[in-house]
């Protein structure tokens, strides 16, 4: 049941990939919300989040290149921007109803990268959370000269610890035989 599974998952993403219509990326993008009615509104939430800043720089600065050339294709813009959400929401929807540990498990390698990769997102995720709870509890009125400080440590604490991490990693993934 699991290839099958995968089998679909790599159909339908380069489908939605090799389309290049706006209103084919609209049904398929349709079909992915009649696909889970019950959690729209959840998906469309964590969708939005993850894509955020990604489209907006992409649409601001397509809009400001193209603005200088007087050839601005609103279509195009909307096209970019329909496909990249139907495509992290068909993949966030498939990975809700599927076991992202599992659909890996073919693959030795695959497996252990999502293993690293969920453990580091649940490890910076804990630390957010408590730098975050920490700070309230020690800040009774929330100015914003503290609130600018404490994004601007977090930051730096986060890109810190994503350097070590990265080092760390690399050197265990290369005990362990996966590159050179």
Sequence with gaps: MLRIHRVLFIITLFVILSLHNIVYIALILLICFCADLR??????????????IFNFAITISY????FFREDLNLWYLLYINLKVYTITYFVTLFFRKVDMVQFFAFSKDLSFLLIVTLSQIISYKKSFYDLKTAFQARVIKKLREREKGFIIRVFEFFFTKAMKDSKERALAMKARGLFD
């Excluded at 959690?39 to 955020?52: A, E, G, T």
């Excluded at 809009?63 to 193209?66: A, D, K, L, V």
């Design 39 to 52: 959690n729209i509104k959840s998906i469309n939430r964590k969708v939005l989040k993850s894509i955020f």
């Design 63 to 66: 809009s400001i290149m193209y």
